[in-house]
């Protein structure tokens, strides 16, 4: 039975991860090893028999910040149809027949507005929270002052993520493996919190409870379904390779 998939990439390291600082707005570029480790990830996960299968992906989804779009450039996904912004870079060739995918860049799946905690580290927020009289913080619970709230944040995926269910799983979920004859896997490329974030909303998580999620620079996680069912999302801990393709492995070493 088919089952589509969600993969969510996160940018690869920038200077401000790297320290801890809050990058929402801020357009900082990879770092050279953080566009080293992205091209290791495309190697490692990408490609006909791998986790990422570029030919059956339907649809790319990718934040507007260059960090993102640079990721995006660096995995070997073999894009046949023109990314929608001026190359950052070299592109990073596939090694495979590449994917047909549309790529939109989208604000929804943008970074959390941390607003007058842009560029600060976690522990000098609760050192100025402190001056100030302001009592703890926790960003699942608060939001950013000058920013964007839980709700806002929660408001904004809900609503991609009912875009994605809509027009690229609805229609093949369920249905015998063969027999929906276009791809359905997506694909987001986008930041730390937005994505974890993302993966709570998933799966109906109230995110100011905080989602317990991690996902480190360049980091792959994968969402997808329970029993073949739309109405059951899940977060798909660990795959497996299928039989067949384990045999065409098999033969091609031969």
Known sequence: MTTPRVFII????????LNGRHTGISDIPLTANGEKRIRATGKALVGPDRLIVPQNLAHIYVSPRKRAQRTLELLGLGCRKPMPWQEHGDVMKAEHTGTDADIEVTKEIREWDYGDYEGVTSPEIRKRREENGEGSWDIWRDGCPGGESPQQITDRLDDLIADIQRRFHAHAI??????????FD????????????F??????????????????????????????????????????FMSDIVENVKDEDK
Request: overall charge neutral; charged content about 20%; glycine content about 14%.
């Open 199 to 240: 993966a709570g909303r998933w799966v109906k998580r109230d995110i100011a409870h905080n989602p317990s999620l991690i996902l480190e620079a360049g980091g792959v996680g994968t969402l997808s379904y329970e029993h073949h069912n739309l109405d059951e999302p899940a977060i798909l801990l660990g795959g497996a």
């Open 174 to 183: 369920g249905k015998p493996k063969g027999s929906v004859k276009e791809p």
């Open 186 to 197: 997506v694909l987001v490329v986008a930041h730390g919190h937005i994505l974890r974030a």
């Open 10 to 17: 996160r940018h690869g390291e920038t200077e401000w991860s």
